[in-house]
């Protein structure tokens, strides 16, 4: 079955980085776009950027662009986001998502806290 398994996230200060990883499991990985979403307290989940199977950026979030990076490595199932310059409003639970036809699957997601 689609397993995707987050790590990577912590408590950063502001202007610091972070990088978050993502492992995948179930499928074949390299065929599949891969994305990043968010969800900060009180809010609703949203994207952060997608990944398609052909390593371009399909999608991401106006807020964060120029500050992430979101790379794959179809070898080791992996997609991998960096993100630079957090601030405190990037605090929120960062979640790895595929979608397969219809199905639409999630990690269990990292927290990332930015605040001194």
């Known amino acids: 079955q689609v397993q995707l398994v987050e790590s990577g996230g912590g408590l950063v200060q502001p202007g610091g980085s972070l990088r978050l990883s993502c492992t995948a499991s179930?499928?074949?990985?390299?065929?599949?776009?891969m994305s990043w979403y968010r969800q900060a307290p009180g809010k609703e989940r949203s994207l952060v950027a997608t990944?398609?199977?052909?390593?371009?950026?399909?999608s991401s979030a106006d807020s964060l662009k120029g500050r992430i990076t979101i790379s794959r490595d179809n070898a080791k199932n992996t997609v991998t986001l960096q993100m630079n310059s957090l601030k405190p409003e990037d605090t929120a639970v960062y979640y790895c998502?595929?979608?397969?036809?219809?199905?639409?699957?999630w990690g269990q997601g990292t927290q990332v806290t930015v605040s001194s």
């Open positions: 179930g499928f074949t990985f390299s065929t599949y776009g």
């Open positions: 998502n595929v979608k397969q036809q219809s199905q639409s699957y």
């Open positions: 990944l398609s199977p052909f390593n371009t950026i399909t």
